[in-house]
Structure formats: C-alpha cells, structure tokens
C-alpha cells in the first residue's frame, strides 16, 4: 500500500507538472497581450468615461417614481433621453422603433394608515413606490390586522382572517391566494431577500391573481415593529386607500448604427434592456447597462469620426430593448438583419461598485450548442483588464498604480474584481441564442448584487470605475471583431486554441480527481465519464474554431491555419485520453479490480450513426421556433408535460450543421449540465422535431 501511494503522488504531480505547461498561468505584463493594437486600446480607455455614464444614471433613474399616465400617451422618457443623447453625440440616425401595443398594470396612489389604537401613516406610495405590490387591484378598505406569520396553510388556518388584512413575513405572492380563500381583504408584507444586508430594502414584487386583492410592502425594519404588536396580541386597524390602472403603451426600441466600410459585410449587435416592466426602475437593474451602451456608441463614434480608430469593415448596432418584451418583437421584425449578424453581446447589470457588494463583473459564455470565438474575444480582454488593474501584483511594490489603470474621476482605485463563468440566460441576449435566430450571445453582468430587484437598487450603489470598466469591455470586444480581418482573424484563432488546450485540461482535472477518488462501484462509471467529457469538449472547441473561419472566409491561408489548430486540438484530445487511460489502470490497480474497457451499448453504437441537421426551416420560422411544434407530436412523443425534457432548446442547437451525432449530443450535455437527459429521451426529442420537419437525418 506504501509503494501504490507513493506512485498515486508521483503520478498526481507528474500530471500537475504537465498541465502546468498547458493551463499556464494569467501572466501580468509583458507576457499578458491584448488582441487589439496597443494604441487603439488605449485611445478608447482615454475617451470613453464612467462619470458620464454615471451622470446618465441619475439622470435617468435617481430614485424609483410613479409614473403618470400621460407618460404612457407617447414615447417614455427614458427612450427620448437615449435618443436625444445618440443626436447629440453625431447619430443622424438614432431613433425609437415602435413594435406594437402592450399593456401594462401601473400604480397611481397608495397609503395605509393607522387609525387605531394609534393614529399614524404606516406607509405612502409617494414616499416609495415599491411599497405598492405591483398587480395590487383599487381598494379603499378599513380593517383589523391578523399575523399569520410565514403565511403556511397551516398558519393561515389557524388565523381568523375574515375581513382582516393578512400580516406575513413571506412574499405576498406566495400567500395570497391561500390567504385570500380564508377570508383576507389584502396583505401586508415585509419579506426581504436580504434583512441582514438592508433593513430598509423592499424587492420589487407584487401579485399575481385572478382574484387579487392589494399588497403592501413594509421595509423589514418597519415591519418587525408591527410583527412584534400584534404577537403581543395588540388589536391594530388599519386604512388602506389605493388606485391603480391598466395602462395601454408602445413597445419602444431606441436604436443607432456605426455603419462599417464594407456596405456587404455583416453586423455586431450590442444590447441592453432600458426597461423591465415599465413600473420599475433600477440603477443598475439595468439603466446602469442601458448607459454603458451609450458610452460604448458615444466612444467608437467619436474616435471613428475623428480617424483616430480606423472605421471597421462591420457595423456595430445599438439597441435598447424593454427586457425581452422588445428584444423578441425586435428579432421577428428584423430576421434580415439577424441573418447577417455575427453575435451578441448583452449589458445587463453592469455598474455595481463590486468591492462594496463582494460582487465581479462575470462573463457568461454561451453553451456548446452556439459554439464560437466571441467567447474568447471577450475573455481575452476581461484577462487583460483584470492583469493591467491591479497595482503591486501587477507592477511589483515599487509602483503603487496598476500598469493600464482603467479609473474614473469620481469611482474606485479597486482592482478588477472578474470572473468568467458558463452559461446563463434569463436576459436578452437568450433571444439571439434562440435555435431559430442562431446569432451567438453573451451577456456581462455584476453579480452577486445585494440590491437587486429591490428599493435600494439606487445610484449611490453604482460604481463609476466599473461603469467605466464595462465601456472598454465591451467597446474592444466589438470592434476587435467588427474590424478583424485575415490578420484579426489569426490572432483571434490563436487565442481560441490556446484557450481550448486549456479548457480541456482543466476538465480532465477535475474528472480524474474524481476517479482518483472512486470507489470501485462508482469507479468505471468514473472513468466512461472523463473520457465522453474529452469526446465533448474537443467537438466543441473544434466548432469553435470554425466559427472564425466567418471572418476571413476567402483566405486560404487562414483555412490551412485553422485545420492545423484543429489537429493541435485533436492531438491534445489524444493525450489527454491517455493520461486518462493511465489513471484509470493506476486506479484500477489500487482497488484491486481489473482494468476498465470502454464498450458502448448498443443503444450508443447506434446513437453514433445518426447526424441530425436542423432544417431551413427552424430559420425561416425565426425566433420561438420550438414552441411551433404542436401539442400533438409533444404529446406523441412524451413531451407534453412540463419537465420531460430538461435541456431540449441545448438538444436542437447541437443539430446545426448536422455535424454532431445523437451520441455526441448526449455527451455534449453531460459535460455541460448537472441534469442531462438520458439518452432515449434525447433520441425521442429528435425524433419529435423531425416529425416536425425542424430536423432531418
């Protein structure tokens, strides 16, 4: 046992040496580089500024308000303060695209007071508008107060809530209904996601009903006051007074254009939504993303126009969308655009003064499904910033300042807190991601945020550095790809493959710690995993390398390079499958068991023989393309209750190009999600969109 463990350490440092040579490490200057020329990159951190971008935030958001009704009658303000900025700054074109009528609930008035046994105002719209729950119907209604604490059914019952108004430390959203069937009139709640954090912070929340009644909202410290009343069993009536509407306004799209040299070439997008709902209004939650972009547009416009940066071969294009109530009107009406666009990149949440928050600026990559170098652009750029900002790791203790310090007048000296993480949705650049519209995203995000989807989400908690930060970010990887031609496209695929040995390494990592780590039950299963994980991984940076090929797509001489980036990336697989093999005999051999040969079942064998392709038609249908499919294939097939299927927008992505097999598919997952589908549900998945003439073998 002596001599095994001694050879399980050798072993282990033998491969922490070699990978040691593939991962590398983040090198700060002079062996950190940047993929864009030196000088265009410090014109840009020199012209763009976080205080403006700060100044646009209170401008447009300095606190949370009601809004009028005659605001609803024509374009919000907010939408004629982009565009009247885009005029400003030289964009003839800058205007609001209307894309139809929605309606929207809005709140005019609401206070609750006290009339017995004391008499004092509990709580006011106008002091602060989240203390009104959005979907809250009119009510003008006098009663007596009832605790029913978490708001458990259990709770509820106990409580005599006829004519009374429901007291509850859980949202209002939760109890309601519950509440409302035992007799309640309307809630008061003083939930907080975080009390610890902010005593006086209220999450932007209401009801959702078919029989709402109203919903007050409480900061936990004025709520713990009136728990602690009413548990010692005081009787409290109150007078809640409230009127709310049903507003009907446009879908409103501010948009502008850096048109690019070459009138045929294709388009970047860049996007942020200026609107959640329209009753809401974050600093950072998004009016912080909604400002960078128009930092991004104000500081490439400027440099271009003046010469100082060359204009790009492709245009770069703005938008400004009410979170995906516009971005997905925006796709269907502009399928011709999204056909020649290139990427996405989203600006959601991107001001929060991170040291203060314990928060970084993440990047989330987009999944395997929409392989492609943006991913790299922009991580290349975020290593860059991180490396330049930082003062004595960067420069030694000689230099207090970092080496290319990305500061503003009024924000933080902090270093650039990062972190580049996989993929997440639930924000717009999910709309390009769409199977049908198939324009690769990636969002850039501040996160954690204690202050998010709350009353406290104010200026004061924004960050003019990090706004500043954000700008470059996204100002370089754009226009790095929007002017990358044969010689762009070179660098940008040398990075991709640097990076793909590295990503392949680290997942090998962490596989064979866990079969070094296996019992023998679980020991083979171990094994079959690295190995698929290496299968998955490879496809994708394959892919991945590919996509650069867009860029300079008449050049020999970058096909020859991509091909032998390809085999480097091939070779690596092998080796790594190799090592794979050689812990898994080592381990093997620790347990007392024989060693491991990798047979597929006959399911698997035949799973590697089918090729799906997406048809034509998943284009031509455009974004929503899975929802076209009818209930009655999802119902044939087994799809038609919710949570049959937990990755089947992933499944049909991987079918574009038709160079994945269904085995492929499924291990594509598996190295991608804690929750992969089996592999007989991926086959009927397919099954049902070929059915549904969306894919083909």
Not at 101 to 121: F, H, I, M, R, Y
Not at 526 to 550: C, G, H, P, W
Request: glycine share 8%; aromatic share 8%.
């Amino acid at each position: 046992m002596i001599g095994m463990r001694k050879l399980r350490i050798t072993f282990a440092l033998f491969l922490s040496l070699m990978m040691t040579g593939v991962m590398g490490q983040e090198y700060t200057s002079p062996f950190n580089h940047s993929l864009m020329n030196e000088k265009f990159y410090d014109l840009i951190v020199g012209e763009s500024s976080g205080d403006r971008a700060f100044y646009h935030i209170l401008d447009i958001a300095p606190y949370e308000r009601d809004r009028k009704s005659e605001d609803y009658k024509g374009l919000f303000m907010e939408s004629v303060y982009v565009v009247d900025k885009l005029k400003s700054y030289g964009f003839a074109d800058a205007k609001t695209e209307l894309l139809g009528k929605t309606k929207t609930w809005d709140g005019v008035s609401a206070t609750l007071w006290e009339v017995s046994p004391n008499t004092s105002k509990l709580a006011d719209y106008r002091d602060l508008a989240a203390i009104l729950g959005q979907g809250s119907k009119s009510a003008h209604v006098t009663a007596e107060l009832a605790w029913i604490g978490r708001g458990t059914e259990l709770e509820i019952n106990a409580a005599d809530l006829k004519g009374k108004i429901a007291v509850t430390e859980a949202s209002a959203g939760r109890v309601h209904d519950l509440a409302v069937k035992a007799g309640a009139v309307g809630i008061i709640s003083y939930y907080s996601p975080r009390p610890l954090v902010d005593p006086i912070q209220i999450p932007n929340s209401g009801i959702r009903s078919n029989n709402a009644t109203f919903c007050i909202n409480l900061t936990p410290r004025d709520g713990y006051a009136l728990r602690d009343r009413l548990l010692k069993g005081e009787k409290i009536t109150v007078k809640a007074d409230i009127e709310t509407t049903t507003e009907e306004t446009n879908i409103e799209v501010p948009t502008c254009l850096i048109k690019g040299a070459d009138d045929n070439a294709e388009e970047i997008i860049l996007c942020a939504h200026l609107y959640e709902g329209y009753v809401k209004l974050g600093a950072n939650d998004n009016i912080s993303g909604s400002v960078a972009l128009i930092e991004v547009a104000r500081t490439l416009n400027d440099l271009i126009e003046s010469g100082q940066l060359p204009r790009p071969k492709r245009s770069i294009r703005f938008i400004w969308v009410p979170e995906f109530q516009g971005t997905i009107p925006w796709a269907v009406r502009h399928k011709d655009i999204l056909k020649n666009t290139l990427c996405n990149i989203n600006l959601d949440m991107v001001g929060l003064w991170l040291s203060k928050s314990q928060s970084m600026y993440c990047l989330h990559r987009t999944t395997m499904g929409n392989p492609h170098y943006l991913n790299d652009v922009a991580e290349s750029f975020y290593h860059y910033m991180g490396a330049t900002n930082k003062s004595f790791v960067a420069t030694g203790m000689g230099r207090p300042d970092a080496l290319k310090p990305v500061y503003s007048v009024t924000g933080s000296r902090d270093p650039f807190y990062y972190s580049i993480n996989a993929h997440y949705g639930a924000s717009d650049h999910e709309v390009f991601n769409d199977w049908g519209v198939q324009v690769p995203g990636v969002i850039m995000i501040t996160w954690p945020d204690n202050y998010y989807h709350t009353s406290g989400d104010r200026p004061e908690i924004c960050d003019p550095t990090q706004l500043h930060r954000a700008i470059v970010l996204a100002a370089v990887s754009a226009y790095t790809i929007a002017e990358a031609g044969e010689e762009g496209a070179v660098r940008i695929a040398s990075e991709v493959a640097a990076n793909a040995n590295k990503r392949m390494a680290i997942k090998m990592r962490y596989d064979l710690a866990q079969m070094t780590d296996a019992s023998g039950k679980d020991f083979a299963a171990l094994y079959r995993t690295a190995k698929f994980n290496q299968d998955a991984m490879m496809k994708n940076e394959i892919a991945t390398l590919a996509s650069v090929l867009e860029l300079a797509p008449a050049s020999a001489s970058l096909k020859e390079m991509i091909a032998s980036l390809q085999n480097g990336v091939k070779a690596a697989w092998t080796t790594n499958g190799k090592t794979i093999d050689a812990a898994m005999k080592m381990r093997a051999s620790s347990l007392g068991v024989a060693p491991v040969k990798l047979v597929l079942s006959a399911e698997e064998k035949a799973a590697a023989k089918v090729f799906p392709r997406s048809t034509d038609k998943v284009k031509e249908f455009g974004y929503g393309v899975l929802r076209s499919v009818s209930r009655e294939l999802m119902t044939k097939y087994g799809f038609a209750k919710r949570g049959a299927v937990n990755h089947g927008a992933e499944i049909a992505k991987l079918t574009v190009g038709g160079t994945n097999s269904i085995l492929d598919i499924k291990k594509m997952l598996d190295a991608q999600f804690p929750n992969p589908d089996s592999l007989d549900v991926i086959t009927r998945y397919l099954e049902m969109l070929k059915a549904a003439g969306l894919v083909e073998y």
